[in-house]
């Protein structure tokens, strides 16, 4: 299993950015998919999850109404994606950014529920 988060870099506050992890599952609609992040000299965070269904989404109250989880779950492995649309940045969401998956129909927000992690994404925001 491998997942390969992508789309971090330096943005303003109030801007705009979009992750994307691929994910080499063979059965990708069977794993819930989460975002965490590690801010700077702080432990790793929820930030959303998204059912392996795609029909329930869960987020940190810290970012919601700001960040948007989706999936595409085409059967064509290049599709095997989750996003994480993020809008109305802020100094304090700079952190490395995480996806994780974990099959089952339980879409956890703990991280230690999840087995399979990315490398992690930087996302900086500058005031």
């Known amino acids: 299993v491998q997942l390969q988060a992508s789309g971090g870099g330096l943005v303003q506050a109030g801007g705009s950015l979009r992750l994307s992890c691929v994910a080499s599952?063979?059965?990708?609609?069977?794993?819930?998919m989460a975002w965490f992040r590690q801010p700077p000299g702080k432990e790793r965070e929820f930030v959303a999850v998204?059912?392996?269904?795609?029909?329930?989404?869960?987020?940190?109250?810290s970012v919601k109404g700001r960040f948007t989880i989706s999936r595409d779950d085409s059967r064509n492995d290049a599709k095997n994606t989750v996003y994480l649309q993020m809008n109305e940045l802020n100094v304090e969401d700079t952190a490395v950014y995480y996806c994780?998956?974990?099959?089952?129909?339980?879409?956890?927000?703990?991280?230690?529920?999840?087995?399979?992690w990315g490398q992690g994404t930087q996302v900086t925001v500058s005031s």
């Open positions: 994780a998956a974990r099959g089952g129909s339980i879409p956890h927000s703990t991280a230690q529920n999840y087995p399979y």
């Open positions: 998204i059912s392996a269904s795609g029909r329930r989404r869960s987020y940190a109250d």
């Open positions: 599952l063979h059965t990708f609609d069977y794993y819930n």
